[in-house]
Nanobody
Framework: QVQLVESGGGLVQPGGSLRLSCAAS???????IAWFRQTPGKEREFVAA????????YYADSVKGRFSVSRNNAKNTADLQMNNLKPEDTAIYFC??????????????????WGQGTQVSVSS
């Protein structure tokens, strides 16, 4: 059982930056680490992932070029650097761990472990 804890959320103005962190209770080297986000009344959506097999990075089109995902297997942490934030990025952000195949890594059902989420609000 891997426990995940997110941190780093907060309130930021449009165009600003935030860095989210995900700390794992166990080794993450064997897991794909993904970030999802959710707003009230909407389904949780994929944001970014770093795959455990080769370290390849994957992004939702809506955040490509603005967000950057990274991982540190030695520290059992993963980060999501978010730049040029927009009001539509406002959501609760969750990190997740799993072992999906490439074609399934954007799917919620591919991940066995989830954090409790951290709120990101983008507003002037």
């Amino acid at each position: 059982q891997v426990q995940l804890v997110e941190s780093g959320g907060g309130l930021v103005q449009p165009g600003g930056s935030l860095r989210l962190s995900c700390a794992a209770s166990d080794a993450i080297s064997g897991y794909t680490i993904a970030w999802f986000r959710q707003t009230p009344g909407k389904e949780r959506e994929f944001v970014a992932a770093t795959r455990w097999t080769n370290g390849n990075l994957y992004y939702a089109d809506s955040v490509k070029g603005r967000f950057s995902v990274s991982r540190n297997n030695a520290k059992n942490t993963a980060d999501l650097q978010m730049n040029n934030l927009k009001p539509e990025d406002t959501a609760i952000y969750f990190c997740a761990a799993g072992r999906p195949i490439v074609s399934s890594l954007r799917m919620i059902s591919s991940y066995s472990y989830w954090g409790q989420g951290t709120q990101v609000s983008v507003s002037s």
